[in-house]
């Protein structure tokens, strides 16, 4: 199984139509979520959708979606579904943002064209290598990247160090989730290699759907609302709704 589905001791959510599913609504409804667990957000049977820090088969998760349609608000449920449900010694998290005033108050914000956000990848690449010889054990860490594109913009180490995180980040606890518009993944090549897991919003182009699902068979039906996402577990995909962060 590529990601946690439902947790079979929780009671079903009242529901909740797409425009006003918020994720204090996830959390109430599922207040005993596991520890090193991210909620992407509800699936049409009501259960949450989650992401488990602690299962490394997944591997990096890519959002792509035309732009509009929920990539950023989902990388901040994530943001804000991690810092509700664990300390910081638990889990930690680093922002790299073009646009870093969307951000507001959150901490660990780095915007992508400054040095800081290359030395932050580069410090998160340190900590995964540490971990490959036994040290440097503690909190998860979870690099949000909201535009995967901004990457070409690096130095060369920080692009080197980066490309190296995605391959062996997700056994060592270290955890990238990028965004990418269907546009700019046409221009990628190698960078979008690196995601296993794809988490597809509306994509406009049918041949640029099926070439980010990795598949002829991808999703039985498109996504077409704002924050309406599909991901593929097993052999079957499943629809969800991001919440409002």
Known sequence: MQ????????VVAPEKTPATLTLDDILVDFPYLPVQTAVLGQGEDGYPVLFDLNDPRPGPLLVTAENGCGKTNLLKVVANSLARNNSHYDVQVSILSPKPEEWGEYGGVYPTWERAAGDQVVELAAIAEQRRWGRELGAAQVLLLDGLEQVKRWDD???IYFDWMLREGPAMGVWTIATVSPEESLSLGRLMTGFRTRLLGRVEAHSTARRLAQSDEGPQ???TGVGKFSVQIGGSWLAFQAPLA
């Open 221 to 223: 039906r498109a996504m």
């Open 3 to 10: 990601l946690t589905r439902t947790l079979n001791s929780l």
């Open 157 to 159: 180490d920080p692009q």
